[in-house]
């Protein structure tokens, strides 16, 4: 591993079921991902960086309000060095390729949510029902995550739903 960095892997959940009915599999079911401005090498991240994972928290926000600040090391399943070397099994990992964690989720409810569709899941379960809306036109994402003295650590992510036209 090289370089660790943040990604917002947006899905168009709405589309997605018709789409792999038509063979095509997540093509149209996926919009524009956004990589953060900066990546760092292991070792930057200090303390934070423990055991292949990032011990900080993602702080997510949805129209400029708190949607959650999940830690990144607590709760995930694997470690990014587990990851790398399931990938590897089935394919020659080389300079550019990158190899993503997956949603940020902690058991803790206070911790809040990295993904909407994350959030709906639970409120169907708790509430019988989603009740959070998808994302809509005009509405923004930002993701940042910080050090322990309060320093963005990849810069943040900020995407706007913008309506395609050609």
């Not at 928290?57 to 400029?64: S, Y």
């Amino acid at each position: 591993m090289r370089l660790v960095t943040l990604v917002n892997d947006v899905s168009f959940r709405r589309l997605i079921p018709a789409e792999l009915a038509k063979g095509f599999g997540f093509v149209n079911g996926k919009g524009a991902n956004a990589l953060a401005p900066v990546a760092v090498t292991p070792d930057e991240l200090g303390e934070a960086w423990d055991g292949g994972k990032v011990h900080l928290r993602l702080v997510c926000h949805v129209n400029g309000l708190w949607f959650g600040n999940p830690n990144a090391g607590v709760d995930a399943t694997f470690s990014l060095h587990d990851l790398i070397a399931h990938a590897a099994r089935t394919r020659e990992l080389r300079a550019g390729t990158l190899v993503g964690t997956g949603t940020i989720s902690n058991h803790d409810p206070a911790a809040g949510y990295a993904c909407i569709m994350e959030a709906r899941l639970v409120e169907q379960v708790e509430l019988g029902a989603a009740k959070r809306p998808f994302l809509a036109f005009g509405d923004t994402v930002r993701i940042e995550m910080f050090d322990r003295h309060g320093a963005t650590i990849f810069g943040a992510i900020e995407q706007r739903v913008e309506r395609y036209t050609r």
